[in-house]
């Protein structure tokens, strides 16, 4: 079966950095997502890794590594405002997108 | 508009009723997905248009779910005699085609309360 899994909640501190793990076992690839979804409002697309090693945006950054079935969402100089749920998500071989459950980021003063 | 819409906002349903769940992606998107998404999970897929054509319905959960998008804009989401099961917040996504599905963009989606 298809399975993508990532920690359920993480907590950490405004200013600090957080990584964020993704590792996933699905039928095919065709890239791997991460998604920021802020309560009750729509996914907002953060990041799209095809191929190895690391994509940097600003104060987030995606690695990706195929051979392990793994990926890290970075997150840079944290502020309260990120406070989140950050989904990883899988395209497959069907180009369909398979969705982990989201890890909640909870950040503090 | 802008963005992808969804309407209703929310959305509460007896048992047993049915319900239609509207989006309007953005104009000109070719692709136009569905998915369902459970507190606390991640979206699951439920179906994929291209067009007006529905290529993919392999995620529909029952037959009591039916979409239909017929002059290939705005998509109608209706679920049949709902359950307390069918209670999650329904999502639209769409994008310029699904050869572009990095730029996917979602609505802020249908949470329906099934009572």
């Known amino acids: 079966g298809q399975n993508i899994d990532q920690p359920t909640e993480m907590t950490a501190t405004e200013g600090a950095i957080v990584q964020i793990n993704c590792t996933y076992q699905t039928s095919g690839f065709n890239g791997l997502f991460w998604y920021q979804q802020h309560a009750g409002e729509a996914p907002t697309f953060l990041s799209y890794n095809v191929l190895d090693g690391l994509e940097e945006k600003g104060r987030f950054s995606s690695f990706l590594s195929r051979s392990k079935g793994y990926s890290y969402l970075l997150l840079k100089e944290l502020q309260m405002k990120d406070s989140a749920s950050y989904l990883c998500?899988?395209?497959?071989?069907?180009?369909?997108?398979?969705w982990g459950a989201g890890t909640k980021l909870i950040i503090k003063p | 508009g802008a963005g992808v819409s969804q309407s209703p906002r929310y959305k509460v349903a007896k048992r047993g009723q049915d319900v239609a769940l509207r989006c309007d992606p953005i104009s000109g998107h070719v692709s136009l997905f569905w998915y369902q998404q459970a507190l606390g999970q991640g979206p699951e897929f439920l179906t994929y248009?291209?067009?007006?054509?529905?290529?993919?319905k392999s995620g529909l959960p029952s037959d009591r779910f039916f979409a239909e998008r017929p002059e290939g804009s705005v998509s109608t989401l209706k679920i049949q005699r709902t359950q307390q099961e069918d209670s999650a917040v329904y999502l639209c996504?769409?994008?310029?085609?699904?050869?572009?599905?990095?730029?996917?963009?979602f609505g802020s989606g249908t949470q329906l309360s099934v009572l």
């Open positions: 248009f291209q067009n007006e054509a529905q290529l993919d």
């Open positions: 998500a899988v395209l497959d071989s069907n180009y369909q997108l398979i």
């Open positions: 996504a769409s994008s310029e085609d699904r050869g572009h599905v990095e730029k996917l963009f």
